[in-house]
């Protein structure tokens, strides 16, 4: 168990809430290094649990049975146990099945054979939306048998423990929006914005320990960071391990966000480090703070002949963050700059960055999700 002690925002004006949580270790026998992740068990918020209740028609002392144990109430099951911020294809088709003849089912049937229309129409849905729209009488352990278990949400930890004893923490975007006129969070991450309390609130945590994604042990090595929006996190504990073991390395970090006003994180830290020299470069890309939408793949592009040779003197290459895009074009980047910079042929460049500099040499390490 972990105990909160401290979380505040680091997104003051953005519409966009990001914070940064502190959890207290000490005592536990928890240990972690840089580069390694936290695992959180995350809970259903209460309200929406007593709405799905009440939306039911069920009793909250009303028993189930979960699959792993004999029987739990209703209450517990939906609070601990199961998914039900987000609604799942399982329930969509018991609800199809109870249905009658006529139009409802015929759209539902349709929806269900359409795998992107579906994907997009359970994204922005939980279960009270879909029993608001269809009329189906569903029992507690009917409606518990279509249900997905709660897994663990993994954060990258943006603290290194030579510089805080007995502490984790962690940069967390929260997940809230509003669709079909209700307020929606994430699961994990509404948790930590709606249900905790500092220095009170005590949370089952576990290490998800990295193999790769670990700084040089020779403190003489460049690193070259890449870690928009809370891809920063584990460059943040880099830093701190850095300063703290007193590598000699050159340090480069990309950081990218919306806009520098509201969502630099950890500017002032990021400055500080640059003022003592600590920090040997630090280049931005906020994509709306121009006209021309700005990125970090198209930074790397820019410092393409430097970033070439920070590669060739033996420089370490990190990548934290989107797997969808950004890390894609981050990838496409490097591979044009090796072969700009580096004069090869497409098929060599693709070599050198593929295989030789990520799984030969491995200096070029990625955590994206």
Sequence with gaps: MAKVVDSYTISEGSGKET???????????????????????????????????????AKRSDLVSTGDVDETTLENALRHRFVIHRAGRKFLVMVHEKLGKGKPKRELEALLNDSHELEKYLFVRDYIDIMNEYKVKISPQEFIDTLSPITPRLYSIS???????????????????????????????????????????EVPIYIQPTRDFVIPSDGSKDIIMVGPGTGIAPFRAFMEERISTGATGKNWLFFGEVHEESTFFYKDEWFEYMKNGTLTKLTTAFSRDQKEKIYVQNRITNNGKEIWEWLQNGAYFFICGDKQYMAKDVHKALINIAEKHGKMQKEEAEHYINQTLMKEEHRYLRDVY
């Design 19 to 57: 914070n940064h949580y502190i959890f207290s270790i000490k005592g536990s026998g928890i240990r972690y290094k840089s580069g390694d992740a936290m695992g959180l068990f995350p809970k259903n918020n209460e309200q929406l649990v007593k709405d799905t209740i009440v939306k039911l028609r």
């Design 159 to 201: 603290s290194s423990p030579k510089a805080h004893l007995g502490e984790i923490h962690l940069t967390v975007a929260i997940v809230k929006y509003n669709n079909l006129e209700r307020d929606r969070f994430g699961l994990a991450t509404g948790d930590l914005a709606r249900g905790i309390d500092i220095n009170d609130t």
